[in-house]
């Protein structure tokens, strides 16, 4: 076994050679390197999957060069086809030292299994601060698509670091430690690295089983390390353990046992995605486009993890005083007239509120910066009227525009046909999809002129109603026919080798545009998981030019560098006991993931509630850092009022304890805006 460790490196060849603390618990577990295929000394808690396609055969196992071992005694999840240790994988070169770090190439002489192998890859050891490394695995050859967020640049590697980087020549891989104590916190030399045209898997070791981040998914705080798959792009799915939901966020914090140290590890990649943790500890991460571009933190505090990372991806913003307070909003008030009326009962129960919300009854025929010209006629006055007492309006705006209407009656629509602002189907025109109001076509929001676009719609429209924030929904983006109402075509982008399993619909274009769609920078196939948050820094933009003060806009698809612009709430929920339990789960991960104002729909949004539910849900929502009462058309009543006296009662309590904590709340936003720390966090942190 040949190892170098990259400090002391300063010609070709090794200096020294050192076991990796995992390394040595993956000899000891069983496993024998040896000449030749070898199988059955592997422990079923290392096997990586070969297969991970559903219906696994022995006769594909083996054409693939992998072993099949086959046992009904084998616990769930663990694969009958896996690696053998000596499966062909790229061989390392001799490192050179850069301004940087280090660079270094991977070469592969055998073919893999999935189609159109990169033989040759390069990769990029960037040394950015002490705490902070990152790492890139590309084709030096082909100009390959890249996460379009940006992170910061450095040029010149820092004179010293918390972590100490080795190369391993076979197996071959890079194996990562914390300086101080030689805590092994990144080693991929388990099982071979697979870098394809539309097939990338890595795989690391974990040095600790509790892991906690890499959403959005509903369920337990910390995620579940028994071979548990966790599939990432973004999708409209009311919010069920095992699903892929609204956002992606492939970054995951390591609470390192009885030192109470942590670290993190983010990759910077936003195709269809599957992360695999299995109780080696391992974890598998396997993607269908761009690179492999890591950063690892660490730490070792909890809390010094998410600064770490919310300074690659961006601080949160700063959320006005007023977007603290209590929010109440309702699919179905009917009218202006009805939404009044609740904000006027609450103020006769003097329960403290800021902000009153619209939901889509509030537009004509449920098309964008339009107002429903019957019921809500006088939406203008409303608002006026709550600026008159302090308080604040929202409206839901969905960025499906309307495609239908007749030209020259719907400006949306008109101007951005004219101002070329939609995303295109595979022949080059608008591609359509059906939405709210029928048939729609969907603003590309990242070509610049959509963003101009974007801001002329929202300026009318506040010019009509003096919007102060815009809740944007609808943003995965949603589709209510698969791809598009004239189908996807076949080609690699629709029907790609492999698509994650795991994936609800088990396809890219379940409830979504065709992933052949192309946007100005790209296929919809790399940047649908961003599109959320290109719209949510449209939105931001639009909003402060217009105002001319902080935004406040909440997202339902978000990415990482998405607090920067918006917040989020955790989707369509329902009047269950266990949404809200797992409310607190959802808030806890998404400070990890630098979006602090987060919460849950208030009661629950589908189903109807009970008081109870509902009573218990005002106390523990009042401590939301986005604290919103939501729920459906044609469920009843849950705004406070519309229970009884006792009910009423426990919410102002609860939500004056609230009011009164927001000093305190305030501060906090504000050390997350400058310092990129938590609002919300669990008790480990301290």
Same mark, same amino acid.
């Given at each position: 076994?040949?190892?170098?460790?990259?400090?002391?490196?300063?010609?070709?060849?090794?200096?020294?050679?050192?076991?990796?603390?995992?390394?040595?618990?993956?000899?000891?577990?069983?496993?024998?390197?040896?000449?030749?295929?070898?199988?059955?000394?592997?422990?079923?808690?290392?096997?990586?999957?070969?297969?991970?396609?559903?219906?696994?055969?022995?006769?594909?196992?083996?054409?693939?060069?992998?072993?099949?071992?086959?046992?009904?005694?084998?616990?769930?999840?663990?694969?009958?086809?896996?690696?053998?240790?000596?499966?062909?994988?790229?061989?390392?070169?001799?490192?050179?030292?850069?301004?940087?770090?280090?660079?270094?190439?991977?070469?592969?002489?055998?073919?893999?299994?999935?189609?159109?192998?990169?033989?040759?890859?390069?990769?990029?050891?960037?040394?950015?601060?002490?705490?902070?490394?990152?790492?890139?695995?590309?084709?030096?050859?082909?100009?390959?698509?890249?996460?379009?967020?940006?992170?910061?640049?450095?040029?010149?590697?820092?004179?010293?670091?918390?972590?100490?980087?080795?190369?391993?020549?076979?197996?071959?891989?890079?194996?990562?430690?914390?300086?101080?104590?030689?805590?092994?916190?990144?080693?991929?030399?388990?099982?071979?690295?697979?870098?394809?045209?539309?097939?990338?898997?890595?795989?690391?070791?974990?040095?600790?089983?509790?892991?906690?981040?890499?959403?959005?998914?509903?369920?337990?705080?910390?995620?579940?390390?028994?071979?548990?798959?966790?599939?990432?792009?973004?999708?409209?799915?009311?919010?069920?353990?095992?699903?892929?939901?609204?956002?992606?966020?492939?970054?995951?914090?390591?609470?390192?046992?009885? $030192? *109470?140290?942590?670290?993190? @590890?983010?990759? /910077?990649? &936003?195709?269809? =995605?599957?992360?695999?943790?299995?109780?080696? !500890? #391992?974890?598998?991460?396997?993607?269908?486009?761009?690179?492999?571009?890591?950063?690892?933190?660490?730490?070792?505090?909890?809390?010094?993890?998410?600064?770490?990372?919310?300074?690659?991806?961006?601080?949160?913003?700063?959320?006005?005083?007023?977007?603290?307070?209590?929010?109440?909003?309702?699919?179905?008030?009917?009218?202006?007239?009805?939404?009044?009326?609740?904000?006027?009962?609450?103020?006769?129960?003097?329960?403290?509120?800021?902000?009153?919300?619209?939901?889509?009854?509030?537009?004509?025929?449920?098309?964008?910066?339009?107002?429903?010209?019957?019921?809500? $006629? *006088?939406?203008?006055?409303? @608002?006026?009227? /709550?600026? &008159?007492?302090? =308080?604040?309006?929202?409206?839901?705006?969905? !960025? #499906?525009?309307?495609?239908?209407?007749?030209?020259?009656?719907?400006?949306?629509?008109?101007?951005?046909?004219?101002?070329?602002?939609?995303?295109?189907?595979?022949?080059?025109?608008?591609?359509?999809?059906?939405?709210?109001?029928?048939?729609?076509?969907?603003?590309?929001?990242?070509?610049?002129?959509?963003?101009?676009?974007?801001?002329?719609?929202?300026?009318?429209?506040?010019?009509?109603?003096?919007?102060?924030?815009?809740?944007?929904?609808?943003?995965?983006?949603?589709?209510?026919?698969?791809?598009?109402?004239?189908?996807?075509?076949?080609?690699?982008?629709?029907?790609?080798?492999?698509?994650?399993?795991?994936? /609800?619909?088990?396809?890219?274009?379940?409830?979504?545009?065709?992933?052949?769609?192309?946007?100005?920078?790209?296929?919809?196939?790399?940047?649908?998981?961003?599109?959320?948050?290109?719209?949510?820094?449209?939105?931001?933009?639009?909003?402060?030019?217009?105002?001319?003060?902080?935004?406040?806009?909440?997202?339902?698809?978000?990415?990482?560098?998405?607090?920067?612009?918006?917040?989020?709430?955790?989707?369509?929920?329902?009047?269950?006991?266990?949404?809200?339990?797992?409310?607190?789960?959802?808030?806890?991960?998404?400070?990890?993931?630098?979006?602090?104002?987060?919460?849950?729909?208030?009661?629950?949004?589908?189903?109807?509630?009970?008081?109870?539910?509902?009573?218990?849900?005002?106390?523990?929502?009042?401590?939301?850092?986005?604290?919103?009462?939501?729920?459906?058309?044609?469920?009843?009543?849950?705004?406070?009022?519309?229970?009884?006296?006792?009910?009423?009662?426990?919410?102002?309590?609860?939500?004056?304890?609230?009011?009164?904590?927001?000093?305190?709340?305030?501060?906090?936003?504000?050390?997350?805006?400058?310092?990129?720390?938590?609002?919300?966090?669990?008790?480990?942190?301290?």
């Amino acid at each position: 076994m040949k190892l170098c460790e990259m400090q002391s490196l300063r010609a070709v060849g090794c200096h020294r050679a050192i076991f990796g603390i995992a390394f040595i618990s993956y000899l000891l577990s069983g496993v024998t390197l040896t000449s030749g295929m070898q199988c059955s000394g592997i422990a079923s808690s290392f096997r990586f999957d070969c297969h991970p396609e559903e219906d696994a055969s022995q006769q594909e196992c083996q054409r693939r060069g992998c072993c099949w071992l086959a046992s009904k005694n084998l616990d769930e999840g663990v694969p009958y086809c896996f690696y053998p240790s000596d499966f062909p994988t790229y061989q390392m070169g001799s490192p050179q030292q850069t301004a940087f770090g280090y660079t270094v190439m991977l070469k592969r002489t055998t073919k893999s299994y999935y189609p159109n192998d990169v033989m040759q890859l390069q990769m990029d050891l960037y040394f950015e601060t002490s705490y902070r490394l990152h790492f890139k695995i590309y084709d030096p050859k082909s100009k390959r698509y890249q996460v379009p967020v940006p992170t910061p640049k450095v040029s010149k590697r820092v004179p010293s670091t918390d972590y100490k980087v080795q190369f391993l020549w076979s197996p071959m891989g890079l194996i990562v430690t914390r300086r101080v104590d030689g805590t092994v916190i990144f080693n991929s030399t388990l099982s071979p690295l697979i870098f394809a045209d539309q097939f990338l898997q890595l795989s690391t070791s974990l040095v600790t089983p509790y892991i906690y981040g890499l959403g959005e998914h509903r369920g337990r705080f910390r995620v579940a390390s028994d071979w548990e798959t966790y599939p990432m792009w973004s999708r409209d799915q009311p919010p069920h353990v095992g699903d892929n939901l609204y956002g992606v966020h492939p970054f995951h914090l390591g609470l390192e046992g009885s $030192s *109470g140290n942590s670290h993190g @590890v983010f990759l /910077l990649n &936003s195709n269809a =995605m599957e992360v695999v943790l299995q109780p080696a !500890p #391992a974890l598998t991460y396997r993607t269908i486009g761009g690179i492999l571009d890591f950063y690892i933190f660490m730490g070792p505090g909890s809390d010094q993890v998410v600064q770490q990372y919310t300074e690659v991806i961006g601080h949160p913003f700063m959320p006005p005083y007023w977007g603290l307070g209590f929010h109440l909003c309702r699919w179905g008030y009917g009218s202006s007239n009805r939404t009044l009326e609740i904000v006027k009962r609450m103020r006769a129960a003097s329960i403290p509120q800021d902000t009153q919300w619209n939901d889509i009854d509030y537009l004509d025929g449920r098309k964008d910066f339009t107002i429903n010209s019957g019921p809500y $006629s *006088g939406l203008p006055e409303m @608002v006026k009227y /709550l600026h &008159s007492i302090g =308080m604040h309006y929202i409206p839901i705006i969905d !960025p #499906a525009i309307c495609s239908t209407q007749p030209a020259g009656t719907y400006p949306p629509y008109d101007t951005g046909i004219a101002q070329d602002v939609f995303i295109k189907d595979s022949n080059g025109k608008p591609i359509v999809g059906k939405v709210w109001p029928g048939s729609t076509v969907f603003p590309d929001f990242f070509n610049n002129k959509t963003k101009s676009w974007w801001l002329d719609q929202i300026r009318n429209f506040h010019g009509k109603v003096p919007i102060d924030g815009l809740w944007i929904d609808m943003n995965e983006p949603s589709n209510f026919v698969d791809g598009s109402v004239d189908g996807c075509s076949t080609d690699p982008y629709n029907n790609p080798p492999y698509t994650p399993a795991t994936l /609800l619909g088990g396809k890219l274009d379940s409830r979504t545009l065709c992933a052949s769609s192309t946007q100005a920078i790209g296929k919809h196939y790399d940047l649908h998981s961003l599109y959320g948050y290109s719209e949510s820094i449209a939105t931001n933009e639009a909003l402060v030019e217009v105002r001319n003060k902080r935004s406040f806009v909440i997202s339902r698809s978000t990415y990482p560098g998405s607090g920067k612009y918006t917040g989020h709430w955790l989707g369509d929920n329902y009047s269950l006991w266990p949404d809200m339990a797992y409310s607190i789960a959802g808030i806890l991960s998404f400070n990890l993931f630098g979006i602090p104002l987060v919460g849950a729909d208030i009661c629950g949004f589908n189903l109807d509630t009970t008081e109870e539910l509902c009573q218990r849900w005002m106390q523990l929502g009042a401590l939301y850092p986005f604290s919103r009462n939501h729920n459906t058309l044609g469920a009843k009543d849950q705004d406070p009022t519309s229970f009884s006296q006792d009910m009423q009662t426990s919410t102002r309590n609860a939500l004056q304890l609230r009011y009164s904590l927001l000093p305190y709340i305030y501060t906090l936003f504000h050390l997350a805006h400058t310092q990129g720390s938590t609002v919300a966090r669990p008790l480990f942190f301290e």
